[in-house]
């Protein structure tokens, strides 16, 4: 036992103890200081309170008690008059300590056990922060290490100066590793927890492969080309964006290398899993044209508001397109992050056809006009009897057989049905209760308000306390898919601009905030339109 050795004996197991846990040799000596205090107080009795100090330079232990100094003492073994603290110390003032030195002590075998318990535990918490404190500011990393053992599918990874842990979900499949392989992983996290540091290893990240990429390719570790976004199905698969900022050096040649001798020692790590390395573009639609290889695309219809794709692809390309159980268009999204929709000509074909009918069943039950009149307004580009109704006369009358009087009376029948069915949805908006000061909203329409009513929003006091994605819907994206859902105005023409200006007035008609604050919100945010809606719900839920 250390506190039975002598003095040089003493400094020689800290320093000892200190190098093999690769802790500061002050915290080992500390930690015997506190296993001496524990001890003594077990022989001075609990209640004293005993310090003691071990010298790191000659190993010299001392031993005091310390006394409270007070007006009149109620316990002698914890404090001291004021009076007999003079006689001592002619300077010692009410709630000093006065040092009551004790004589060195013998410690019997329970004392001793006792004592290594608690030197144990010091310097298990010291060798654990340590621990932490080095591989926090690793996250992000690539470490090696030796399989120490596995346990269930998780592998535990012996680091030298700690030990990590690949859990089973964060290993390749079909990857076996035993007693003693060496192994390659990227640290994710690193958590503080009761039984020690727990350092989180995975080799399916994909900032694994940006790693192995940074290292094989002298580039992108001198970041000349960026690897923009990456896409991985573990094992089988993955597709990663690159672009270079120096237009004479080509980004996807520089990371295949020679030979493909670049790309295959990332492969090969990576227990041989195809990657393709797509050239990045500010473009949407290129990129995911690009991303899509090795698929040819004729075709693509964006639409910017639900991030969503439309691909048209020649009929022979379409299982090249989809790829194995629709890994590739998996991949593609993944890495574009839009969702992507794939149809063949013919699929498109016969999608356009039948939105061509419905525009002229349309047009001939709203104007009242035969077939062929529906077709042709159909194929000017008209898709809604508003844009008959109140578009420039002359682009009517420009239509070849359309005279002037024709024109005329095709708008009148369109103004004539949208006013029945205004008045029908009026009707309806009253029997659901909605009040009628929801019109002082701009851009607030008879529809939209029935929609409101039938979700049970009737004032507009109900109308200021929704959210954007109520009114239009939003998207999550889980799993490399995206789910739709759909808001009370999806089916009508609303922008999430246009949707956040009308609840924020709302919320300035009810007097929640007040338009200056709306114009501040603006100015500091830039109109960024997720910013102004959650900052101004904050400002609500403030007030409220």
């Known amino acids: 036992m250390a506190v039975s050795a002598n003095r040089l004996e003493l400094l020689q197991i800290a320093d000892a103890v200190a190098r093999e846990k690769s802790i500061d040799r002050e915290i080992v000596i500390a930690a015997m200081a506190d296993a001496i205090q524990k001890a003594a107080r077990s022989r001075y009795g609990s209640e004293s309170n005993i310090r003691a100090d071990i010298n790191s330079k000659t190993g010299e232990i001392r031993l005091q008690r310390l006394l409270e100094v007070v007006d009149h003492a109620e316990d002698y073994s914890l404090q001291i008059p004021l009076a007999l603290a003079r006689d001592r110390n002619p300077d010692a003032q009410l709630g000093d300590f006065i040092a009551d030195p004790l004589p060195p002590m013998d410690f019997g075998r329970i004392a001793a056990q006792s004592a290594k318990q608690v030197i144990v535990q010091k310097v298990r918490e010291a060798e654990r922060d340590r621990q932490f404190d080095e591989f926090k500011d690793r996250i992000g990393e690539i470490v090696n290490g030796t399989v120490k053992r596995v346990e269930y599918g998780n592998v535990i990874v012996d680091l030298g100066r700690g030990e990590g842990i690949i859990r089973r979900d964060e290993t390749i499949p079909r990857e076996a590793f035993r007693y003693g392989d060496r192994v390659r992983a990227y640290v ?27 290292m094989e390719v002298p580039e992108i570790y001198d970041g000349i080309i960026e690897i923009r976004s990456v ?110 929709d794939i149809l063949t ?54 239509i070849e057989g359309f005279d002037e009087d024709t024109a005329s009376e095709l708008q009148t029948r369109a103004r004539e049905y949208l ?16 009040s009628d000061e929801l019109r002082s909203i701009d851009g607030m329409t008879t529809a ?30 889980k799993d490399g898919e995206t789910k739709r859902f759909e ?27 007040t338009a200056d604050e709306v114009e501040d919100l603006m100015v500091e945010t830039g109109e960024d339109e997720d910013a102004i809606d959650a900052e101004a719900a904050e400002t609500v839920d403030g007030e409220a």
């Open 231 to 340: 896409a991985r199905d573990p094992g089988s698969r993955a597709k990663i964006a690159v672009i270079s900022n120096d237009s004479s050096i080509d980004p996807v040649g520089a990371c295949v290398g020679m030979r493909g001798s670049r790309v295959q020692a990332v492969v090969g790590e990576l227990q041989g899993e195809k990657i393709d390395i797509i050239p990045w573009s500010p473009s949407p639609a290129t990129f995911i044209v690009n991303a899509l290889q090795p698929a040819e695309v004729t075709k693509v219809v964006l639409d910017e508001d639900a991030e969503r794709i439309e691909v048209v692809v020649p009929d022979e390309q379409l299982s090249l397109a989809i790829g194995r159980r629709g890994q590739n268009v998996r991949l593609a999204s993944q890495l574009t992050g839009w969702d992507i």
């Open 345 to 398: 000509e013919e699929e498109e074909s016969q999608r356009r056809q039948k939105e061509f009918n419905e525009r002229t069943a349309l047009f001939m039950e709203a104007l009242d006009v035969d077939e062929m009149v529906g077709q042709v307004l159909a194929s000017e580009g008209f898709s809604q009897v508003e844009e008959v109704a109140y578009v420039d006369l002359q682009e009517i009358t420009s």
């Open 448 to 477: 939209m308000m029935v929609a409101l009513g039938e979700d049970g929003i009737k004032t507009l006091e109900d109308f200021a306390g929704c959210a954007v994605d109520d009114l239009i819907g939003w998207t999550e994206r």
């Open 188 to 214: 994710y996290d690193v958590r503080r927890e009761q039984r020690g540091p727990q350092i989180f290893l995975s080799r399916t990240h994909p900032q694994f492969m940006v790693k192995l990429f940074t």
């Open 419 to 434: 006013e029945k069915a205004e008045a029908e949805l009026d009707a309806k908006r009253v029997e659901l209760g909605v």
């Open 487 to 513: 808001g009370l105005f999806s089916k009508l023409d609303l922008s999430r601009a246009d949707a956040e200006v009308m609840i924020l007035n709302a919320r300035v008609a009810v007097g929640w905030i």
